[in-house]
């Protein structure tokens, strides 16, 4: 999709000096790195000019531990309603056909757009779910090439986890952890004060969204996400923010 010197990816200025190390090397290695202030380009962490490329070998390898992840969790959620092996209180169906009129078009997301992707979403996506993985495919392997970055809340990463140690397979939940904290593909965030007011306001707005569903809607609209990709029937229906349902109809 492009090569490793034309990647750039944006970070605002607190994320940036919190996360500054980090961008340094990656810089080094080849990305672009441009740091905003209310969503404006202010500034670029660029590699030297003499500086060779990263190698693709490894890249290459990095793209396809990812995409090896479609279906890894099929024994740890049933695939028609994925959900935890255990049993939980009430839980949401996540896979089932919902009517849109106004779909959101994948073919409107550009090069360096965040694309956020619920709990409902990734765990459609590691179970196979009804043929979500392949339909989820292209959006991972592009956030797998550097075209996109992905966005994944915390909410969302505890729901992934939830499966594979629920079935009492730790190494799968370490290998998940590991891939979904790659600074490189992923910009995971936890709620903290800006994010839990905005997702009271998103449920007194949208009352059927519950509280983990609001969470998961405000994280993708602070992070600056283009879109939220969902299996959640409430949040593949909201008028607050682009959506793209993963839900087959």
Not at 105 to 129: E, I, K
Request: charged share 20%; net charge positive.
């Amino acid at each position: 999709m492009t090569s490793d010197l034309d990647i750039s990816k944006r970070f605002g200025v607190e994320a940036a000096r919190r996360r500054f190390p980090e961008l340094v090397s990656r810089a080094a290695e080849g990305e672009r790195i441009v740091i905003c202030r209310h969503h404006q380009p202010l500034a670029a962490l660029v590699p030297l000019a003499d500086r060779a490329p990263a190698d693709p070998t490894r890249r290459q390898q990095q793209i396809q531990a990812l995409m090896n992840l479609q279906g890894s969790g099929r024994q740890c959620w049933n695939r028609e309603s994925p959900r935890p092996a255990r049993p939980a209180p009430a839980p949401p169906a996540y896979v089932q056909p919902v009517q849109r009129q106004h779909a959101f078009q994948p073919r409107l997301l550009s090069q360096g757009n965040r694309v956020a992707l619920d709990g409902s979403a990734l765990v459609a996506f590691l179970c196979d779910a009804k043929g979500t993985g392949n339909y989820l495919g292209p959006l991972m392997e592009g956030i797998a090439q550097g075209y996109w970055l992905g966005v994944v809340s915390t909410v969302s990463l505890m729901r992934v986890l939830e499966g594979p140690l629920a079935c009492g397979d730790e190494a799968l939940a370490q290998r998940y952890a590991n891939a979904f904290a790659d600074g490189r593909h992923w910009q995971l965030i936890a709620p903290d004060a800006a994010i839990s007011a905005a997702a009271v306001r998103l449920r007194r707005q949208e009352p059927q969204l519950d509280d983990t569903s609001a969470l998961e809607l405000a994280t993708a609209i602070q992070a600056g996400a283009t879109v939220l990709v969902t299996d959640h029937p409430a949040l593949a229906q909201t008028g607050q923010h682009p959506v793209l349902s993963a839900l087959r109809i």
